[in-house]
DNA sequence: CGTCTATGTAAACAGTTGCTGACTTACGCA
DNA sequence: TGCGTAAGTCAGCAACTGTTTACATAGACG
């Protein structure tokens, strides 16, 4: 007996949906506690299709990254302003895509993943700077961009403690209750 | 042949020994990547052992996290200001003793060991909540206690984006370097 | 309609992991 | 000195994990 939805055959929808449950697990379990049949599972499709597409649940990994790299490249469509980017700081942390946080602080122990890891937070550090000025080559640019990196510690800290639960009222901190004080703290050391 | 530095039988100083090795790697690798040979080994202490004193790689695990509990315990020998307690978190991200902050991340699926791990959570942000006059039942508490949360969620990332290296010019500033921002940080969210 | 290939399936393999039970050995004590 | 027990060793089991290999089949195309 077939089951009833019984997807066509359909490469492309595969490797995505095998990517979605990726994404969802690595963020949430890390990679070491997922397993390929975790991920196989939660897609609905059979294992030895991680090894075809993704060559192995590394390649998965770096998959997973990439992907995060690309949504978090495009461009701004509102200049920022520090209103703004605490807006969008506070919904990377408390939005469905907190997935995206999470993923940045999860580690394969492959080096190819990491160096992509690694240039995605770069990137975001020197995005989040830039609404205080700071520019590839701005005098006293170090200063500015270790407070940026702190901001993003901060962010995807909360991310972290957030999503492991039970640390109130954080845990349960609503967008608007978050942009408040998030905004002070740019506004310290973003200006 | 024996070892020429052959240990005397002290099942206190093993378990020790053994506790010591745990925290590093539970905090360097996290629960999963951790397997309890690399623990025994690092200690130079037979795998059983482990089973012996500890009952279970889970029952290890929630022992790091309780002697993490001790040592954050300890009571302040002086009155706590907001220059105190800067000085105080940024020595837990850069000193050797950030094996503390990043125990409190990692999480091994246990019940009974996540509950320690929140408890210690809970009593780092109320004593960081404190300094701005957080009580138990003062008015507005939850305010202070989310900020203090956010502070707590900013020392926490910051250790963990150090560990894993590579963020610069986080990864390399020094204790002096980081003192400044994060006093300012404190100053704009816990005043 | 027949065939050929991309897509998907099932089973198994080799390595790892946490844990255990039977064993050995050092040490305190009578 | 001899002995009993705590401390430590050793080999192996059973379950799990990533990956591969051989096989099945849907669907496009002549």
Redesign the interface.
């Known amino acids: 007996m077939m089951t009833s939805t019984a997807r066509p055959r359909d490469a492309a929808q595969t490797r995505t949906e095998l990517l979605r449950a990726a994404r969802v697990r690595f963020a949430r379990d890390?990679y070491?506690?997922t397993t390929v049949r975790d991920i196989a599972a939660d897609a609905g499709v059979n294992v030895a299709l991680i090894s075809r597409y993704f060559d192995s649940k590394d390649g998965l990994f770096e998959a997973c990254l990439a992907s995060v790299g690309e949504e978090l490249k495009r461009p701004e469509t509102e200049a920022p302003t520090l209103e703004r980017v605490a807006r969008s700081l506070v919904r990377q942390v408390t939005g469905f895509s907190s997935d995206q946080m999470l993923l940045l602080?999860r580690?394969s122990?492959d080096e190819r993943a990491?160096g992509i890891?690694?240039r995605i937070?770069?990137t975001f550090?020197e995005k989040t700077a830039s609404v205080a000025g700071w520019t590839p080559d701005s005098p006293d640019g170090?200063r500015l961009?270790?407070?940026a990196?702190?901001v993003?510690?901060?962010?995807?800290?909360?991310t972290?403690?957030r999503s492991?639960g039970?640390?109130?009222?954080?845990s349960s901190?609503t967008e608007e209750?978050?942009v408040e004080?998030?905004l002070?703290?740019l506004?310290?050391?973003l200006r």
Chains 1, 2 share one sequence.
């Open positions: 890390g070491r506690s602080l580690t122990g990491d890891r690694r937070l770069r550090a170090d961009l270790l407070r990196e702190i993003l510690s901060a962010a995807l800290g909360m972290q403690l492991t039970g640390l109130e009222p954080l901190a209750e978050l004080p998030v002070a703290l506004r310290e050391l």
